[in-house]
DNA sequence: CTAGGGTTAG
């Protein structure tokens, strides 16, 4: 389809050259001199060079000019001390080599000296020690040049000016590159242009790098080698696939189509543009097997996801025995975790150990990643523990690691660890960091993270941002969550989604459903999640009309095919509304297999409406899903005991422990002051314990007194009724709410979590505790928020 | 004057 001219240099020797061995003048000695040394021949130029009766000041600059060129410093530097009339070129040419080699210390002290000794530095001298400023981004000591280019009034000159501007912008100060360029009338040639287009595109500014592609253009200068990279990046920062294209056929025509790095940002900017296709179509068509250009085809594979693609590009990379280098695995190992596939992880991190490239750590934090994404978190803290070079990603992969495992404890300690070795969070770190607090209701801990993302500005992050948005909403502070929204300058659909879920879970299932509209209305199209945070709160505010209007609207107006998610919201709708006809022909006429969280939906309802033949289905349907899980024996048992079916209760409590299935016990617990107090029921391990018990007694007292009656369906065990009123007065949820009511400063909320769904005797209670003693009460349970005050509940008792 | 990579959020 491409068609490529070969633009490499070629050899070439002038007939005048070839017959010089035998006899010669000197000039014409120096000029075969400095042509070997510009096809690299340095050791025949050398043998030259020594075997010269006379040499002249041209025949010294042109070796040690090949010298330098070349990296052979030490060599130069000799020849340099052994020329004996200098000249500024002379000091130019070594300053020039060390400058190329990036030895600053030397290259400024030969500077200085040579000012010192009388010789004034060239325009050439000028732009080789501003090109190395800006190679080691030294900017204060490349402002001084630019003063000094003023003083000596080199500051007209074209070589000077073009390494100011590539100075500048390498420095991130386009403002100042672009002054300059503007500032030069006339003269500019195509390095000049070159380096202000790789200036705007290395600062992110695709559109000012593809204009000022066009302004060279209309000016009639011919961009080559070096400007087609940078402006193929643009087209891939701003997805230009059809201008991408468009340059494509300028380089064919130019004939720049076999140059490796043109080629590999091609291929770079077709795969970041998403065709594929025409990137593989340069792959193919390259006559050198440029691993640059393979890697950039195998992250464009993950990326797009075709993980067993890039696997086959990277097998075929290892049988062609090309050189594989450091950012060739990571991709590889990307596509892997894709694929959950154990079997090659195991084989590629052996290939990786016997190429030596495990101590690269671009590699091991791939590694880590690779292993924590196939869920073997052992494999991936070993690895992270042997990586000698610890860099913020190495963290980071093994912190979400632990998180997407659900340990996110575990990834808390790690975060510690990481704060305490030294490395600042980023925002990549930090936005995992504050869902792992918001998943485990950590309020201080995230406040914390936060105080400290605004300290480094990492509150300009998207995804700090949503991570906060979360944070404040799962800990029940929505006027929080909102204020962090509405400060937000970009919002995406994670964003929306957030707030839509907290006000959700926090009972505000109206205003939820409103920001839903207004995300609709602001141009942001809802995915899959949204609809899971939109059905949830149908179901929890008892919307049955919307919730089904929403159902078909993802499929309708949207293209989201429903999963299992979505009918569990469903079900739970139609059942919690006592509509449990209609939940059961939902549930037969589901296109998929009903997954766990559906039956649990249906349980849940079956407590609340006491539909013992449906909860026994549903029950029966989960001892086979998910034969470990507790939950389904202990709804079922508390649904026997709620309609006074004490032995069928019992039954299911004896199968469940000849299963071996241990209840995940109740626990209630408030954090104060970075610590957290736990209770269970009737759990007197508190150093408090007597005083809140006391404290326990005397709210019952009080609130009888306005009218509470305890409901004894929530008090299961098969006992005498006053011991069963005693064991309900002492609920983890009583017992932490009675803590509250002593450590919580009068005004501030008591905010409670709750790893299961709260008790519905403590629930009524705790809308009479909050009306008598007049506290803001904040519960948070498995499945919401309970916003308790004045008497009232936010759930709406609807839970 | 020029290229490729790994980590994030509901």
Partial sequence: MFKFVSNRACGYLSPEIRNISTKSSLIDTNKYLGDLLKLGRIDEAREVFDEMPKRDKFTYNTMLTGYANSGKLVEARRLFDDTPTKSAITWSSLISGYCKMGWEIESFYLFYEMQYEGYKPSQFTLGSILRLCSIKGLFSRGEQMHCYSVKTSFDMDVFVITSLIDLYAKCLRLVEAEYLFRGMSKGKNHVTWTAMLN???????????????????????????????????????????????????????????ANVFVQSALVDMYTKCGDLCSARKVVDSMEFNDAISWNAMTVGYVRQGFPEKALSLFTKMHEKNMEL????????????????????????????????????????????????????????????????????????????????????????????????????????????????????????????????????????????NNSLVSLYANCGCLEHAKKVFNSMEIRNVISWTALIVGYAQNGKGIKSLQFYEKMVASGINPDYITFIGLLFACSHGGFIERGRYYFSSMVKDHGIKPGPDHYACMIDLLSRSGKMQEAEDLLNKMPVEPDATIWKALLAACRVHKNIDLAKKAAKALFELEPQDAAPYVLLSNIYSSIGKWDEAASVRRLMKSKGVGKEPGRSWIEMNGKVHAFMSEDRSHLNAEEIYLKVDEMIMKIKEVGYVPDMNFALHDINEENKERGLAYHGEKLAVAFGLLNVSIGAPIRIYKNIRVCGDCHNAMKFISRVYDRYIILRDSNCFHHFKEGMCSCGDYW
């Avoid at 990307?334 to 030596?356: E, F, Q, R, T």
Wanted: glycine content about 8%; hydrophobic content about 40%.
């Fill in 199 to 257: 200036g705007y595109s290395l600062n992110g500014d695709a559109i000012g790098a593809i204009e000022c592609f066009r302004g060279m253009r209309a000016e009639g200068i011919e961009a080559n080698q070096y400007t087609f990279p940078g402006v193929l990046a643009a087209c891939a920062a701003d997805s230009d696939l059809g201008f991408g294209a468009q340059v494509h056929s300028c380089i064919v025509h130019g004939g720049f189509g």
């Fill in 325 to 464: 280098d450091e950012f060739t695995y990571p991709s590889v190992l990307n596509s892997i975790a894709l694929m959950k596939d154990m079997k090659n992880g195991k084989c590629l991190h052996s290939l990786i150990i016997k190429s030596g490239f495990e101590s690269y750590t671009l590699v091991s934090n791939a590694l880590i990643d690779m292993y924590a994404k196939i869920n073997n978190l052992d494999c991936a803290y070993k690895i992270f523990n042997f990586t000698a070079e610890k860099d913020v990603i190495s963290w980071t992969s093994l912190i979400t690691g632990y998180a997407h495992n659900g340990c996110h404890l575990e990834a808390l300690k790690v975060f510690c660890k990481m704060r305490l070795d030294g490395t600042d969070p980023d925002r990549f770190v930090a936005a995992s960091i504050l869902s792992s607090c918001a998943e485990l209701a950590l309020l201080n801990i995230g406040q914390q993270v936060h105080a400290n993302s605004l300290k480094t500005a990492l509150d300009t992050s998207l995804s700090v």
